[in-house]
């Protein structure tokens, strides 16, 4: 029988592999594996995949993602990470999930399809009054976007961040700037946002993502 341990709120290390509880039993987003233990449904969390479940096995501490949170997420891509946070947030949590790329959004909606705490919307993370209403204001912001404005697009967002409210933000330093220091480029960042953000905590997630800082921060 394999030994199942929660580290955190519906985050699971199933034999020592990261997984998080099934939502919608049977369902696979990106071929991950499923495994049955007594008669729950658990799906594998690829590091390689997913730059939170990176920073989780390389240690973060604070993980308010969590079941009945409301998360925007801007750069849901396909949805690989986002159908783990809706596994965590469960049923009474919700996901706006902001992809700019038509492409991927025709991914991401499939993934909606099943998975009703999922809202996708097809638009710019820096155009944040398109969608505004919408979120309304939220418990967590996760940001993983490939642009130069990454700390701009934090900022703007901020907004429809609650008071005291959480940031999880995967700086990708090569967007910003491939000719730069990458601690240079983390600590421009995080001085860019300090008005705004406390940092909580930081971790460099390689080897599952290169030039890749996983911060935590407060609103």
């Known amino acids: 029988m394999p030994k199942v341990e929660e580290i955190f709120s519906n985050v699971f290390l199933i034999d020592g592999k990261l997984a998080t509880k099934n939502l919608v039993k049977g369902s696979r987003v990106y ?105 309304g204001k939220v418990d967590i912001i996760y940001q993983d976007v490939s642009s130069r404005q990454q700390s701009e697009i934090l900022l703007r967002n901020a907004k429809l961040l609650k008071k005291n409210g959480y940031a999880y933000v995967a700086i990708k330093s090569q967007s910003i700037s491939s000719s730069s220091d990458p601690k240079s480029v983390y600590n421009r960042f995080l001085s860019e946002v300090a008005d705004t953000f406390k940092l909580v905590e930081a971790v460099d997630i390689a080897p599952y993502s290169l030039l890749h800082l996983f911060a935590v921060m407060q609103k």
């Open 31 to 135: 071929g991950e594996e499923l495994v049955d233990v007594d008669g729950t449904e658990y799906r594998l969390w690829n590091p390689y995949r997913s730059k939170l479940a990176a920073a989780i096995l390389k240690g973060i501490k604070n993980m308010h993602i969590k079941p009945g949170a409301n998360v925007l997420y801007l750069g849901a891509a396909t949805g690989t990470t986002c159908s783990h946070v809706s596994d965590i947030v469960a049923e009474k949590g919700s996901i706006y999930c902001v992809e700019i790329s038509e492409r991927s959004m025709r991914d991401l909606i499939k993934v909606c399809e099943k998975r009703l705490n999922m809202l996708p919307i097809l638009q710019d993370a820096l155009n944040t009054e398109a969608y505004a209403k919408e979120v």
